[in-house]
């Protein structure tokens, strides 16, 4: 099963993705506020040049969020809880109150040997960032690796690198 945020009043509509061919263009109304809008499954436009894998962050399930893999970017990625008018690089969907909308920070950057290095740093959070069940105090920048388990309040990451991805 899919969701889907309705893009007017950010409810979820759920469907199964299974039933469908890749490339096919569903059309949904929103049962809430009755908006019609429009998603093409796969990709929605072929790639000329492959962007540079830079990592990604998985979200375990629990009573808050369900799984997510969201991508990361090369600099800095600032993670937080989705919410509408907050921008963040990335948006972790949860109903988790103890998540903060502008979490912390993970860093990516390429050493001098040539290979991505990632960062954390918590960005001033009410209840703080844990690496490892570790509590990163306000000014640490701790260097991570591919695995390393983050929590952000009642939240778990899993960081996955791109050297990891491409193996």
Same mark, same amino acid.
């Given at each position: 099963m899919k969701r889907l945020r309705c893009p007017k009043c950010d409810r979820y509509v759920v469907f199964d993705e299974t039933q469908y061919a890749e490339g096919q263009t569903l059309?949904?109304?929103?049962s809430h506020c009755q908006k019609e809008f429009?998603?093409?499954?796969?990709?929605?436009r072929p790639s000329e040049t492959k962007e540079r894998d830079f990592g990604s962050v998985s979200v375990v399930e629990n009573g808050f969020a369900y799984r997510?893999?969201?991508?990361?970017?090369?600099g800095d990625n600032l993670i937080g809880r989705r919410n509408k008018g907050t921008e963040v690089d990335v948006p972790i969907e949860t109903n988790?109150?103890?998540?903060?909308?502008r979490h912390c920070y993970i860093h990516v950057g390429e050493g001098k040997d040539g290979k991505l290095v990632y960062t954390l740093r918590d960005n001033n959070s009410t209840t703080g960032t844990f690496l490892m069940n570790e509590l990163l105090g306000p000014k640490d920048r701790v260097r991570i690796t591919s695995g390393a388990i983050? +929590? *952000?309040?009642?939240? +778990? *990451?899993?960081?996955h690198t791109a050297q990891e991805e491409s193996d």
């Open positions: 059309v949904f109304v929103c429009k998603i093409r499954l796969g990709s929605s997510q893999q969201l991508p990361l970017r090369e988790d109150p103890s998540m903060d909308r983050v +929590t *952000l309040g009642a939240t +778990t *990451l899993i960081l």
